[in-house]
T-cell receptor, first 113, second 113 residues
Framework: DTGVSQDPRHKITKRGQNVTFRCDPISEHNRLYWYRQTLGQGPEFLTYFQNEAQLEKSRLLSDRFSAERPKGSFSTLEIQRTEQGDSAMYLC???????????FGPGTRLTVT | DQQVKQNSPSLSVQEGRISILNCDYTNSMFDYFLWYKKYPAEGPTFLISISSIKDKNEDGRFTVFLNKSAKHLSLHIVPSQPGDSAVYFCAASALPNTGKLIFGQGTTLQVKP
């Protein structure tokens, strides 16, 4: 197994543009999580899926953010009308539902200019 | 509010000595704790975990201690190696397993040869 992968690794966009990130979890994992990390901070929870169902969303996830996991496999995180404050590392993780341990991908670094 | 706190932003130790990283939490509902290690440009890597029903868990050079009454956990690395130089995050999960991990701000460990 190759672990959790994320694409792209880096994204530079202008304020007001939309961006979409993709995450491919470890194949047998039924849970998939999105976190955001800013400089000097730990990852902050955004949302998670169990199979196709989105079970929890953080209040950090404004209306401009949407996440999907259409077939219970890969997931996408879209940010509409990006703002400079959206600049961060977006991390994806996966796990089996019965275990607490989550395994992270390398992240997508977003820079909004 | 910061429910998981790592009050030491950085720690420097000599190779071969013990590294002790500390973490405090405020939420008594947390029932499972994890440590992650993060190298630059990579996602966090799971290191070791402990359930709230235990007070110690050991895995090779890594030992995690949990003091529930003090709401404190620590990670001991013995002996420390230069390759251990990284940012270490503690994280907590609340009952029931909601999937959400709450991370501390991280401690940067430097192990000097």
């Amino acid at each position: 197994d190759t672990g959790v992968s994320q694409d792209p690794r880096h994204k530079i966009t202008k304020r007001g543009q939309n961006v979409t990130f993709r995450c491919d979890p470890i194949s047998e994992h039924n849970r998939l999580y999105w976190y955001r990390q800013t400089l000097g901070q730990g990852p902050e929870f955004l949302t998670y899926f169990q199979n196709e169902a989105q079970l929890e969303k953080s209040r950090l996830l404004s209306d401009r953010f949407s996440a999907e996991r259409p077939k219970g496999s890969f997931s996408t995180l879209e940010i509409q009308r990006t703002e400079q404050g959206d600049s961060a590392m977006y991390l994806c993780a996966s796990s089996l539902a019965e275990y607490y341990e989550q395994y992270f991908g390398p992240g997508t670094r977003l820079t909004v200019t | 509010d910061q429910q998981v706190k790592q009050n030491s932003p950085s720690l420097s130790v000599q190779e071969g000595r013990i590294s002790i990283l500390n973490c405090d939490y405020t939420n008594s509902m947390f029932d499972y704790f994890l440590w992650y290690k993060k190298y630059p440009a990579e996602g966090p890597t799971f290191l070791i975990s402990i359930s709230s029903i235990k007070d110690k868990n050991e895995d090779g050079r890594f030992t995690v201690f949990l003091n529930k009454s003090a709401k404190h956990l620590s990670l001991h690395i013995v002996p420390s190696q230069p390759g251990d130089s990284a940012v270490y995050f503690c994280a907590a999960s609340a009952l029931p397993n909601t999937g959400k991990l709450i991370f501390g701000q991280g401690t940067t460990l430097q192990v000097k040869p």
